[in-house]
């Protein structure tokens, strides 16, 4: 942790100050890493969250259940005074990254106006989410689930941000659907993709 990532005023001893630290135990307790990015001494909407739901008992209780958590204070100075946001390319604060035991991002999530317990609840779904959606996943032979099947955990790792998940899901289902969902999504993506360059090179 640099001189500009400083311990957040978090007291709970559920949360952690350091990344390879949090990482560790995440591995060695089989549990998802949780990195609250937050800039508490310039940011209004990172001094919220700290303050009214990640130091709450409602919310650390419920979530180190099933995720190791730590906290990292951004300097206002942005990625250069902070490697680890640099390092995973966080733009905005507050976010809090989950990533699996090995560092690799599963996904992100913002500020949501929701109570502790809300947000908790928010967490634990996503976990139930990608466990569920990474054991299909990790299977060789995606081609044996249904097109149904597939739409099915398509859409909940789409919305729950699971983007690695989400095409390998998405590459299946254009071989297994003979209906209209993935060409569909296909279609969509192709299109955000063409009006994306058209702005871009018109600019």
Not at 173 to 189: A, C, I, T, W
Request: with cysteine; glycine share 6%; aromatic share 10%.
């Amino acid at each position: 942790m640099s001189a500009k990532e400083e311990l957040l005023p978090i007291r709970h001893e559920k949360w952690l100050d350091d990344f390879e630290e949090g990482l560790a135990r995440a591995k060695e307790e089989q549990k998802l890493l949780i990195v609250a990015f937050l800039g508490t001494s310039w940011c209004p909407w990172s001094e919220k969250i700290e303050g009214e739901v990640l130091n709450e008992y409602d919310f650390v209780s419920r979530v180190s259940r099933d995720y190791v958590m730590v906290s990292i204070n951004v300097a206002e100075e942005g990625k250069k005074c902070s490697p680890l946001r640099g390092r995973f390319d966080v733009e905005e604060l507050p976010t809090l990254m989950i990533t699996d035991g090995e560092g690799k991002e599963v996904t992100r999530v913002g500020f949501l106006p929701k109570t502790p317990k809300e947000f908790a609840r928010h967490l634990t779904q996503i976990k139930r989410d990608y466990i569920e959606v990474r054991q299909v996943v990790q299977r060789e032979d995606l081609t044996i689930f249904s097109a149904k099947e597939l739409e099915r955990l398509y859409l909940k790792a789409k919305n729950q941000g699971f983007d690695a998940l989400k095409d390998k899901l998405f590459l299946a289902g254009l071989q297994v659907d003979k209906g209209l969902f993935f060409l569909l999504e296909q279609y969509r993506h192709l299109s955000m993709m063409v009006e994306f360059e058209t702005y871009f090179l018109h600019d």
